[in-house]
């Protein structure tokens, strides 16, 4: 099945790129609201789950044994742009477990975000572990190993309690079994499971209304959202579509970007949850594909449409500043 | 017409994303030798022409004229990194027109290639338009503009003399009108014409081969063509594929990125000019696809076809070097 076009880059008025996808949408009922393109294709989520794989941190009591604040909770949900305070929070964290910045199994990249990249190296400093985007997220786990009295090390291995145990929260929430057959390896180290679009989808309605989950998880999934929706620039960055998206909407919309052009969110007000994929991998059309639908589902004051408008369906400009092209998001998801 | 998908991506066993894109290769007598998917589709090549803009500087002796060296005359085609040689040769090219950087009209940006961003950054610097990656194309732009005197001032216009004649340029070589109505501005503000890709291939085959060609542009296009083959540094930077591919194959492979997944090349030896371009806009896929083209026409040495073959279909691995992935090229490309 050839997945249709959903976003389309202009330049001028000529279509210069075309991205195709697929999307769904699912209430806490697991019925299906929208259902575009090929959503049975096995999907890795990659970063878009991060706030269901913070799930067992929080249900378990651990996030509040340890102290942890909202911003803390919001960092174990984020991909950062490795700004200061997304560096500290990492920091803050693992000193609440009694470790530091050497018990992270991550890997070390120059943030994520190049103004900050460039802030750093102009401090003569280079990045540690504590700036790769997913620190937050191994803040979390390293917290959840020891909350347990279990040596963290080796925490990013399939076979460590740590991912049993996140794999079995993913696993509830998204009623979709996670095999080692459809396991990949993610680029922070951690297993990343794939699964039908549909099952993500659902897994974030639960997410977004706590339908079917315990008590303690939906507590839980509660405390997360208001954490991010608090705490939105602790959950990407300065400029970053979900900072802006969320600073905008607050807990109208948990939204959370995967690599690959993975997508996942919940509009709880509406009890849906949302899982997307552009084909080809690119961050901009999941990006759009993801605006797009705010725009279709939620009602929206004017100044908020026209602010969602324009992360959809964005101008264009040159390093000049001239208007050279724009989106535009298919009417499917639009309207 | 559905373009076939040309180069997947795979995590683990599974194939995450994938690219679809078409591909023109003609010969330097118009006759097709390989067309794969829509290739009548018009195209904006952006930057993948900047050799056959580079043209006229060359062929009208002006090069000569201010003593352009050859590595100066490769930065002329360059997507530059923004490192350090880079803007020097660029400020150089300025000087000898009686310029300097105030004249550029391209834009400032950071350097392309992070790591020179972060070494200006590091020494307390800001970028300046030399680090813009374009900056060598316009300097020429304004050397081609002060050889014969005219005021280079507004030179990015499509109603300047310099634009007038590179578009005449490359209507010569391509044998396709550029019109009006598919003008767009390019990022560094100058105009681009969409086109369909068996006419850029065509261009590609005789900038190649010089058939059909004028004596003065046959000579301009292997004097263009010698020092980007003798300076690969110039025309891309550390790190990126049409050095790394330019420094393995030296005059044999000319090629030259541009933004939104478009490539072009020409195989000197063959006669062939090639044109392809990602659907999605994606370089990592228009390179994977020039690699695979490099794999399938010319004959290389074990070694060569190696070094080729990692640029085709590269292993992925993650932040802690751990091998997660690769990208996999159609056989239709590949063999």
Same mark, same amino acid.
């Given at each position: ?74 960092? /174990? =949900? ?10 500290? &929070? @990492? !920091?803050?964290? #693992? *000193?609440?477990? %009694?470790?530091?910045? /050497? =018990? ?10 190049? &103004? @900050? !990249?460039?802030? #750093? *190296?102009?401090? %003569? ?38 991912q049993q145990?996140v794999r079995a929260?993913l ?7 996670h ?157």
């Amino acid at each position: 099945m050839d997945n249709p076009f959903l976003v389309e880059v202009l330049r001028g008025e000529l279509v210069e790129s075309r991205h195709r996808g697929s999307v769904s949408v699912i209430d806490a009922d697991g019925a299906t609201v929208l259902s575009i393109g090929d959503v049975e294709r096995h999907v890795f989520p990659r970063s878009a789950v991060k706030a269901l794989q913070a799930l067992p941190l929080v249900e378990s009591g651990i996030a509040d044994k340890y102290g942890l604040t909202d911003d803390e909770i919001a960092l /174990a =949900c984020a991909s950062h742009s490795g700004e200061p305070a997304h560096a500290a &929070a @990492a !920091a803050s964290m #693992l *000193a609440k477990a %009694g470790r530091d910045v /050497a =018990c992270l199994e991550c890997g070390t990249h120059w943030p994520m975000g190049d &103004a @900050a !990249a460039r802030a #750093l *190296a102009a401090k %003569g400093k280079s990045p540690s572990a504590l700036h790769n985007n997913c620190s937050g997220k191994h803040a979390g786990f390293i917290c959840l190993a020891c909350g347990v009295n279990e040596d963290p090390a080796g925490y990013v291995k399939a076979g460590h309690k740590v991912q049993q145990t996140v794999r079995a929260a993913l696993e509830d929430i998204t009623g979709s079994s996670h095999t080692d057959e459809e396991q990949g390896i993610d680029g922070c180290s951690i297993p990343t499971y794939a699964i039908p679009l549909p099952a993500l989808a659902f897994g974030f309605a639960r997410f977004g209304t706590g339908a079917g989950l315990s008590r303690a998880c939906q507590e839980a999934a509660r405390r997360i959202r208001q954490a991010v929706a608090k705490h939105p620039f602790m959950v990407a960055g300065t400029d970053r579509f979900d900072t802006k998206l969320m600073e905008l909407l607050g807990e109208r919309a948990f939204v959370k970007v995967g690599a690959e052009g993975v997508y996942c969110a919940t509009f709880p007000e509406l009890g849906y949850g949302v899982a997307l994929k552009a084909d080809d991998g690119s961050t901009r059309a999941a990006e759009a594909m993801m605006a797009g639908l705010v725009l279709h589902f939620l009602s929206l004051r004017d100044e908020e449409r026209a602010a969602v408008e324009a992360l959809a369906q964005p101008v264009i400009k040159n390093w000049n500043g001239i208007e050279v092209g724009r989106y535009r998001v298919a009417p499917d998801l639009l309207q």
